[in-house]
């Protein structure tokens, strides 16, 4: 059973298009983490957030953490076919234990 | 600077077999990881290790153990293989002072 619901679970989009994941959960965390995972290797940690209600931009991609720190999204824009990969999003508690969603298997299309 | 390694990469054993799974951490990481993530899945947290104890465990019964020698690097042990244990074994490891994991490519597990 996952602790962190993560959604949609597949999305395939054209190149140039926007899109957001989310990362819902009915627990509190100490800090929210998200991750990129491409296929025969390890997650890669693409941002830490801690703060209820912070929010934090690399580039085209917009994290944001939920003012009750249970909860998250990811905001892409103007996808690439190099964004294509599986995005995890994972709840610490106590910066020690961190549960994994599910993931969302992204395809962006040339 | 190497980062996070593991091995194998790949290993087939059968049903109650007994296997033994073999991480290094990034260098200067002092604590590790590990993760099982099933096929589809996100990973499962197992257990961390940290000045060569175990300081958290998941949900995962007694046949799962691990160990962390001196150098920091760790092993995972899987007694009584089932069918179920199939899957990808990440490790991750981290400086105690960051929450910043960094993970290896996995050894992928296949129990027949």
């Known amino acids: 059973t996952q602790l962190l619901e993560q959604s949609p679970q597949f999305l395939s989009i054209q190149e140039g298009e926007n899109l957001t994941v989310y990362c819902n959960s009915s627990?509190?965390?100490?800090?929210l983490q998200w991750y990129r995972q491409e296929p025969g290797e390890g997650p890669v940690l693409l941002v830490t957030?801690?703060?209820?209600?912070e929010v934090k931009k690399l580039k085209r991609l917009t994290f944001q953490f939920g003012d009750a720190r249970k909860d998250s999204s990811l905001h892409i824009t103007a996808a690439q076919p190099g964004d294509t990969g599986l995005y995890l999003c994972?709840?610490?508690?106590?910066?020690?234990?961190?549960?994994f969603g599910s993931g969302t298997k992204l395809n962006v299309k040339p | 600077d190497a980062g996070v390694t593991q091995s194998p990469t790949h290993l087939i054993k059968t049903r109650g077999q007994q296997v033994t799974l073999r991480c290094s951490p990034k260098?200067?990481?002092?604590?590790v990881s590990w993760y099982q993530q099933a096929l589809g899945q996100g990973p499962q947290f197992i257990f961390q290790?940290?000045?060569?104890?175990?300081?958290q465990r998941g949900n995962f019964p007694d046949r799962f153990s691990g160990h962390q020698f001196p150098n920091y690097s760790s092993e995972l042990n899987v007694n009584a293989l089932l069918l179920g244990d199939s899957a990808l074994y990440l490790c991750?490891?981290?400086?105690?002072?960051?929450?910043?994991?960094?993970f290896g490519p996995g050894t992928r597990l296949l129990v027949l």
């Open positions: 991750a490891s981290r400086n105690s002072g960051s929450q910043t994991q960094y």
């Open positions: 627990s509190v965390f100490s800090s």
């Open positions: 957030v801690v703060t209820g209600g």
């Open positions: 994972a709840g610490a508690e106590n910066f020690n234990k961190f549960y």
């Open positions: 260098s200067g990481h002092d604590t």
């Open positions: 290790y940290y000045e060569e104890e175990e300081r």
